[in-house]
């Protein structure tokens, strides 16, 4: 089994609408992180948690939200999608070992707004 | 904000040659990740490095963490159709803070 699974993994929806995006993980990590991925700009910080009651603002958070609710569930909302929130999402998990903190990614989720 | 500079875009390359690929940084990391993204699919880590002048290899992938801290390069020897595939470099400075900054990426393309 993946030790990073997203949920759906892919979705087409309307503009307006409320979407989530759900992460779950069996690494046992703390830290948890929501990137979008487009085309010819990599990958880009959405959000990301350190622990439970840990939420932190990235790169390109506005027009967002998420809700860590437990050690292994991050979830990603976008309140109103809009079309260029059209894109490749991910979520990765990572632990603090030895001073590093190396991130493993799920299996992303292509979400299509219309 | 921190920004990768990762070349090249795309290589076209024979089966069995040997590739080369690099990033390049204004800022100074202490970690340097390359990363492998199969269509459809979510990177994969190949290589963590971790210290100025690190060497690590992984079967036929040998990357390093330059002295500077602000470069690191990825070869792949001997090249296989399983290779193609869309490389990134990634950057992560301090405990992790504001998440990995990444290269736009190198994408491989194998000529059998």
């Known amino acids: 089994d993946a030790d990073v699974t997203q949920t759906p993994r892919n979705r087409i929806t309307k503009t307006g609408k409320r979407i989530m995006l759900e992460c779950s993980q069996t690494?046992?990590?703390?830290?948890m992180y929501w990137y979008r991925q487009d085309p010819g700009l990599g990958l880009r910080l959405i959000y990301y948690?350190?622990?439970?009651?840990?939420?932190n603002k990235g790169e390109i958070s506005d027009g967002y939200s998420v809700s860590r609710q437990a050690q292994a569930k991050f979830s990603l909302s976008l309140e109103s999608a809009i079309p260029n929130q059209t894109a490749l999402y991910f979520c990765?998990?990572?632990?603090?070992?030895?001073?590093?903190?190396?991130?493993?990614f799920g299996p992303g989720t292509r979400l299509t707004v219309l | 904000g921190q920004q990768l500079n990762q070349s090249p875009q795309s290589m076209f390359i024979q089966e069995g040659e040997d590739v080369s690929m690099n990033c390049t940084s204004s800022?100074?990391?202490?970690?340097w990740l390359w990363y492998k993204q199969d269509p459809g699919e979510g990177p994969v880590l190949l290589i963590a490095?971790?210290?100025?002048?690190e060497l690590t290899s992984n079967g036929r992938l040998t990357a390093q963490f330059g002295i500077t801290r602000k470069d690191s390069f990825l070869n792949i020897s001997a090249s296989i159709p399983s290779d193609v595939g869309i490389y990134f470099c990634?950057?992560?400075?301090?405990?992790?803070?504001?998440?990995?900054?990444f290269g736009k990426g190198t994408h491989l393309i194998i000529q059998p």
């Open positions: 800022s100074i990391f202490n970690t």
């Open positions: 990765a998990t990572s632990d603090l070992f030895q001073g590093t903190d190396t991130q493993y």
């Open positions: 948690s350190f622990d439970v009651k840990d939420i």
């Open positions: 490095l971790y210290k100025a002048g």
């Open positions: 990634a950057g992560l400075s301090g405990g992790g803070a504001d998440g990995l900054t």
């Open positions: 690494k046992g990590h703390d830290r």
